[in-house]
């Protein structure tokens, strides 16, 4: 039996402190998919609450035959989504690591510069295929996972990611810019 259904599985059955083991498995993961997704630090942190809150009053409505990372991911990405169509598009942050790294500033800054060039490519495709590329690749999901997650078929999940890396691939050549953004994965 899944660790996580074990979790789910005694949660229901009254143990409240069995959550404890579901928030510090997925808190961070799920920290940084916000974070990505809304681009501010304390909204991430907000969204990140209202999700595990969400989670724990659907948890009788989980039917612990599919995965529940999957069922997770898909409750927090529907939650982000609607929370930022709610609301207007927050400001860039420099993020925190950045400010206290050890490299020289010129090197910072372009770091800084390439990342903040790349999340505006990503945030000019389609919802559908943004969304896809933060699940493969900065949550590491598998397509089966992302599948499961979004309700879509594996044949959809690869074609979306493969049109998603194309646009991205044909902005980064049109700006010159070089990401490493390959045709597998």
């Known amino acids: 039996m899944d660790e996580d ?3 789910v599985r005694q949660i229901l059955a009254g143990n409240k402190r069995a959550y404890i083991h579901i928030i510090d498995r997925y808190k961070n993961p799920l920290y940084a998919t916000i974070l990505r997704m809304t681009k501010n630090p304390q909204t991430a942190e907000d969204l990140l609450q209202e999700i595990f809150f969400k989670v724990y009053e659907r948890l009788p409505k989980f039917d612990q035959k599919g995965s529940f990372k999957s069922w997770l991911y898909r409750i927090a990405i529907n939650h ?24 020289t500033p010129e090197v910072v ?3 800084t510069e390439k990342s903040r060039e790349l999340e505006k490519m990503v945030s000019i495709l389609p919802d ?17 996972e992302i599948s499961e997650t979004l309700g879509i078929s594996l044949i959809d999940v690869r074609n979306k990611l493969y049109r998603a890396k194309k646009k991205l691939r044909k902005n980064v ?9 390959s045709e597998r994965g």
Request: proline letters at 2%; glycine letters at 6%; aromatic letters at 8%.
């Open 5 to 7: 259904v074990r979790y």
């Open 109 to 111: 800054l372009l770091q």
């Open 173 to 181: 050549q049109e700006g010159g810019y070089s990401y490493g953004v």
């Open 128 to 144: 559908d295929e943004r969304t896809i590329l933060l699940l493969r690749y900065a949550n590491e999901l598998s397509y089966a």
């Open 80 to 103: 982000c989504i609607d929370q930022l169509r709610k609301k207007q598009p927050q400001t860039e942050q420099i993020e925190e690591a950045v400010l206290h790294s050890n490299e």
